[in-house]
């Protein structure tokens, strides 16, 4: 009986389906992702990501793209603070406490778009 490789698409080119993508492709597998827009930045993209060290760097590591992530974190993306109108601070976290696995900034923040185009980039 002859086996047969399976024919894999992915729906949507945001961050997962990017990243599945991309871990495919480090692996040899082929797959076709498909994407409503006609280009990266063919719609404005906004907020940040925070890319846990647990889940979404190893997810970057498995695609070979841990480094090109670290070039684009902002440093101290951890801290937070809360104000009311007046501006009294009503919490406020520097982000700079020890994380609950190895090194500082276990949680980088990084814009959006940076973790898709250095994936876009590595997707032939």
Do not use: W
């Amino acid at each position: 009986m002859a086996t047969t490789t399976p024919r894999i698409a992915i729906i949507g080119a945001g961050p997962a389906g990017l990243m599945l993508a991309s871990i495919l492709r480090h692996n040899n597998i082929s797959c076709t992702v498909f994407e409503r827009d006609s280009s990266a930045v063919a719609r404005a993209q906004g907020g940040t990501l925070d890319i846990h060290e647990y889940s979404g760097q190893k997810a970057l590591d498995a695609a070979g793209l841990l480094d090109k992530f670290r070039a684009v974190v902002r440093p101290g993306g951890e801290a937070i603070r809360i104000l009311k109108k007046d501006g009294t601070v009503l919490f406020e976290d520097n982000g700079e406490h020890e994380s609950e696995t190895e090194g500082d900034n276990a949680n980088p923040t990084t814009c959006q778009p940076a973790p898709c185009t250095g994936v876009v980039e590595s997707y032939p």
